[in-house]
């Protein structure tokens, strides 16, 4: 079963970075068909589940309107590893932070849908 495990996640001031990463266990290239697509969602309480960036298998890369210039999404395949590097962290970036997985074939972007889920990761931005 791939299980997928968020980390990086706290408390930073309007303006600051935090940098998020996803471990990713039990996900093999082989029996699964290769590359797979990874994402990050978010969710704020009483708000619908929001796309953040997304990364499909050959590379592309695919950012939520309200994070464009900000967020970067690294996948580091030798040490199956997923990164969202945050920067200028505003309040309304408050938010559970998802991480997610589909195998191939699959689209990668943020609108396409996604297998497997961690139990995701609270970042707050305080002014």
């Known amino acids: 079963q791939v299980r997928l495990m968020e980390s990086g996640g706290g408390s930073v001031q309007a303006g600051g970075s935090l940098t998020l990463a996803c471990t990713v266990s039990?996900?093999?290239?082989?029996?699964?068909?290769?590359?797979?697509?990874m994402a990050w969602f978010r969710q704020a309480p009483e708000k619908e589940r929001e796309g953040v960036a997304s990364?499909?298998?050959?590379?592309?890369?695919y950012y939520g309107e309200a994070v464009k210039g900000r967020f970067a999404i690294t996948k580091d395949y030798a040490e199956n590893t997923l990164n969202l590097q945050m920067n200028n962290l505003k309040l309304e970036d408050t938010a559970k932070y998802f991480c997610?997985?589909?195998?191939?074939?699959?689209?990668?972007?943020?609108?396409?849908?996604?297998?497997?889920w961690g139990a995701g990761t609270q970042v707050t931005v305080s002014s």
């Open positions: 039990s996900y093999n290239r082989g029996s699964h068909y290769g590359r797979p697509c």
């Open positions: 990364i499909a298998t050959d590379g592309r890369t």
């Open positions: 997610a997985l589909d195998s191939p074939p699959c689209p990668g972007n943020l609108g396409s849908s996604f297998n497997y």
